[in-house]
């Protein structure tokens, strides 16, 4: 899930906000446990880099919601995976951060470039 703070957000606020918005799933509590520096090829012109702080937070579903795609141009499908056994392709600095957080990583550097 990628998305952006707004105007008067906090980033706990933006998460519980992308996700609903992007994914369909209703979260309240959130907590920030990995962030990424990273700078990458720019995926829509690899002559580019793309910096990034990315914030990876963790919550707890009340219930079984799912993932809905609700935003189809950006992504190809949702589902739920075994993090250890992340799909491929994924977008690296994405799988850096959620193995950094099963290192119990708070704070790493990426550079794909």
Do not use: C
Request: hydrophobic share 40%; aromatic share 14%.
């Amino acid at each position: 899930m990628t998305g952006g703070i707004e105007v008067g957000e906090s980033p706990k606020e933006a998460i519980i906000r992308e996700a609903e918005e992007e994914v369909g799933l209703k979260i309240k509590d959130v907590t920030l446990e990995t962030t990424v520096f990273l700078i990458e090829k720019d995926y829509f012109d690899p002559m580019k880099k793309f910096y990034a702080l990315e914030l990876f937070f963790v919550s707890h579903l009340d219930d079984d919601q799912e993932p809905i795609n609700l935003e189809p141009l950006k992504q190809d499908f949702l589902r739920w995976f075994d993090p250890y056994k992340l799909p491929e392709p994924m977008i690296p600095g994405v799988g850096f951060g959620i193995k950094s957080y099963f290192n119990n990583q708070r704070y790493v550097e990426f550079r794909n470039v």
